[in-house]
């Protein structure tokens, strides 16, 4: 018999709109069921129907990644909503207020960086640690973290911005931490870059379209069990440190 804890299920954080609602899209077009994690009420069930319209097996997860009892309660949503979770996409993720010199290093607003590490850093730490006994249970676990190539010191790439650039380069630490430490373990991690996407992000600036932004975390969600861990890819490939 067919139940409902027979389909793989996703959460991604931040899917009410951009590259998470293009993520959720993705992995659901190939038949996970997506749990739809954002903050907002009216944002989240609007996303929720726009995805079910779209054929996608979607449920709503209120998910504010900075709140403890919140990522606590989130998980026990899946839980009893869906039984099991399989992929974990932590995509949600902000730049940082960059007025009045606030991301200039030389005049940088250290509640700025505090805001942008609690949610791209902390926020990731809360999620992760609040899923992972669920996703120890799947049998093909994986873990893809949003970052940018922001982040990398080798390219030293965008624009100056001391809060939010360092934050991405802390996730990237992050996932080589969490590859490590569960190396003898099914769950995969990896770190991904979208490029530079049109969305409220960039001032939908950005040369690429969301669902060109969500391709290379679809494929990390879905690596087979010999796939990589602990990288940083995009869609070239590896994207150096
Ligand atoms: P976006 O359109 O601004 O979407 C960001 C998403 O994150 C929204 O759903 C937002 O929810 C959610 N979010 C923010 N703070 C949250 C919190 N505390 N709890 C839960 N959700 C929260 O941005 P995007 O372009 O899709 O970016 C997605 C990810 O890609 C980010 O991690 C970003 O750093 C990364 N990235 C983007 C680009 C790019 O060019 N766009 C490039 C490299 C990396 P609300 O609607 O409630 O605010």
Known sequence: MVGVNDTKTALVTGANKGIGFAIA???GAIGFRVAVG???????EDAVE???AAGVDAFGVALDVTSDDGVAAAAKTIEQTAGRLDVLVNNA???GRTDSGAQDPTTLDLDVVRAVLDTNVFGVVRVTNAMLPMLSRASAPRIVNVSSNMGSLTLQTGPVMAAYAPSK???NSLTAQYARRLADTPVIVNACCPGYVASDFTGFNGIRTPEQGAAIAVHLATLPDDGPRGGFFDDGGVVPW
């Open 38 to 44: 954002a903050r907002d009420d009216s944002r989240r």
């Open 93 to 95: 993720g902000i730049s």
């Open 50 to 52: 726009r995805l079910r």
């Open 169 to 171: 380069t802390m996730l």
């Open 25 to 27: 899209q993705g992995l």
